[in-house]
T-cell receptor, first 108, second 110 residues
Framework: GQQVMQIPQYQHVQEGEDFTTYCNSSTTLSNIQWYKQRPGGHPVFLIQLVKSGEVKKQKRLTFQFGEAKKNSSLHITATQTTDVGTYFC????????FGKGTKLTVNP | EADIYQTPRYLVIGTGKKITLECSQTMGHDKMYWYQQDPGMELHLIHYSYGVNSTEKGDLSSESTVSRIRTEHFPLTLESARPSHTSQYLCASWGDYGYTFGSGTRLTVV
């Protein structure tokens, strides 16, 4: 089945620094989704990317889908303590396979 | 308000007991899922359903079973709980914009 590699596994930043997490697949993806899970919480849907080279923004979050549709990234500009959590990418069609996640901690 | 509900939120139970984790959604979604997640780890699909009377096993082998008698209800049952079943169980349904997850059940088997 489909698999996706997500890096890094952990990222610790100072508040105000930028953060990026990456997802890579060996096969072409039809789409990719991103979720955020706060500590002790459940995953919450952030966005879905479908088109080659697509870039979407949500306030300080920028999501990109690679031209070959084999990779994706989530970039947070000027992190805040509210950004703390684990960010997962997920692939598949209605039956998602999740990456291992990137756990972000922010030092105030 | 349309949502997905899981009960109980926390459960501590002895080895050998039978347990049922409840999951209900009010969004009218046909597709529902159960994922297992150890603390800080990735999510593993253990069961899914594409509609009433439809259930399938996921990628991670699980001793649990599920049923889908009504669209809104997708309970998960463990006939005989073991310490290896200790984990968080997340229920989700598929809508127009990806998964909506319930708050999860944190199960501890002692």
């Amino acid at each position: 089945g489909q698999q996706v590699m997500q890096i890094p596994q952990y990222q610790h930043v100072q508040e105000g620094e930028d953060f990026t997490t990456y997802c890579n697949s060996s096969t072409t993806l039809s789409n990719i989704q991103w979720y955020k899970q706060r500590p002790g919480g459940h995953p919450v849907f952030l966005i879905q990317l479908v088109k080659s080279g697509e870039v979407k923004k949500q306030k300080r979050l920028t999501f990109q889908f690679g031209e070959a549709k084999k990779n994706s990234s989530l970039h947070i500009t000027a992190t805040q303590t509210t950004d703390v959590g684990t960010y997962f990418c997920a692939v598949g069609s209605e039956k998602l396979v999740f990456g291992k996640g990137t756990k972000l901690t922010v030092n105030p | 308000e349309a949502d997905i509900y899981q009960t109980p939120r926390y459960l501590v139970i002895g080895t050998g007991k039978k347990i049922t984790l409840e999951c209900s959604q009010t969004m009218g979604h046909d597709k529902m899922y159960w994922y297992q997640q150890d603390p800080g780890m990735e999510l593993h699909l253990i069961h899914y359903s594409y509609g009433v009377n439809s259930t399938e096993k996921g990628d991670l082998s699980s001793e649990s079973t599920v049923s889908r008698i009504r669209t809104e209800h997708f309970p998960l049952t463990l006939e005989s709980a073991r310490p290896s079943h200790t984990s968080q169980y997340l229920c989700a349904s598929w809508g127009d914009y990806g998964y909506t997850f319930g708050s999860g059940t944190r199960l501890t088997v002692v």
